[in-house]
C-alpha cells in the first residue's frame, strides 16, 4: 500500500476561544476524491485552513507527503470559498490565473510568454479563454469561480484542496468543475473538497470525511456514506429518501 498523502492527528483549532475542531484524526490516499460534509459551522473550512497552517492550531500534527505543511507547499494548491475572495481587485482573468505560477516565477520578477502560455491554457480547461482580458469584477459567481479553479491548475499541485467550489454555481459550471477535478484523480493528483450538497455526494466522490467539530466517519463513499453516519453527522436532522444505493438525502429543517 502506497504511504498517506496526508495524516492528521489530534488536531484542534479554536475561534475566539471556543473550541472549533478538537481530536481530528485521519490519513488520505494519494489518488483519491474526498468530499468534506457536515452542518453549517461544523469545522470544515476551519479544518482546510489551519491544515494549511492559514488559521493557529491549538494541538495536533499534520504531515503532508511525510513532511510539514512548509516543505512542501509548492505541491499544494487552495481554492478558498468564492466569498471570501476581494473580487474588486482591478485585474483581469489571465492575470489572475497567472497568480498560481508566483512560486516558479517568484514576486518580484514578472511573467514571461511561457508564463502567459500557460495561464491561458488553464483558462481553456476552464472553458473561460474568452474571458482572459475580462476584469474578474465583471464575471458571474460561476464565471469567477472558473477562474480561480484554473488558477490552481496551473500551480500543476499534487494535492489540490478547494473549499465549496461548487457553491452558488450554475449548473454547466457544476459539471465542468467535477469534470476536471475527475481528470486530476486520474492523472494521480489527490483532491479534498468542502461540499454543501449531500444528493451528490455519491456521484461525485470517491471517499467522504464527515465532520461535526470532530470527525465522525472517514472512507470510501461505498462504504461510510449511510443513513447513520448522515444522521449522527447532522444530528438527525436529515430525511433518507429513497434506498440505500442511491443515498439521496435532504434537510429537515
Request: aromatic residues 8%; without cysteine; proline residues 3%.
Amino acid at each position: 500500500m502506497e504511504k498517506p498523502i496526508i495524516e492528521v492527528a489530534g488536531l484542534a483549532a479554536s475561534y475566539r476561544k471556543k473550541t472549533v475542531l478538537h481530536d481530528i484524526d485521519f490519513v488520505v490516499q494519494p489518488g483519491s476524491l474526498t468530499g468534506i460534509v457536515g452542518p453549517n459551522g461544523a469545522g470544515k473550512s476551519t479544518l482546510i485552513k489551519t491544515m494549511l497552517d492559514l488559521h493557529p492550531a491549538l494541538t495536533g500534527s499534520v504531515r503532508f507527503f511525510n513532511s510539514s505543511y512548509k516543505k512542501v507547499k509548492d505541491r499544494i494548491a487552495y481554492v478558498p470559498q468564492r466569498g471570501s475572495v476581494d473580487w474588486d481587485f482591478p485585474t483581469d482573468a489571465l492575470d489572475v490565473v497567472t497568480m498560481g505560477l508566483y512560486g516558479q516565477i517568484g514576486w518580484l520578477k514578472r511573467p514571461n510568454r511561457s508564463h502567459k502560455k500557460k495561464a491561458y491554457q488553464a483558462l481553456e480547461k476552464m472553458g473561460m479563454e474568452d474571458y482572459a482580458d475580462q476584469q474578474i469584477s465583471q464575471l458571474s459567481g460561476g464565471q469567477q469561480q472558473r477562474v480561480f479553479l484554473a488558477r490552481a491548475l496551473v500551480q500543476n499541485a499534487d494535492l489540490y484542496f478547494m473549499d465549496e467550489p461548487l457553491a452558488g454555481v450554475d449548473a454547466a459550471t457544476e459539471r465542468a468543475i467535477m469534470t476536471i477535478l475527475k481528470e486530476l484523480i486520474t492523472i494521480g493528483k489527490t483532491v479534498m473538497v468542502v461540499h454543501h450538497d449531500l444528493q451528490t455526494v455519491a456521484d461525485y466522490f470517491d471517499h467522504v470525511l464527515f465532520l461535526n467539530h470532530t470527525v465522525v466517519e472517514h472512507g470510501k463513499t461505498e462504504q461510510v456514506f449511510t443513513k447513520e453516519n448522515i444522521a449522527q453527522t447532522y444530528g438527525g436532522n436529515m430525511r433518507w429518501m429513497g434506498d440505500e444505493q442511491n443515498h439521496v438525502v435532504q434537510s429537515t429543517k
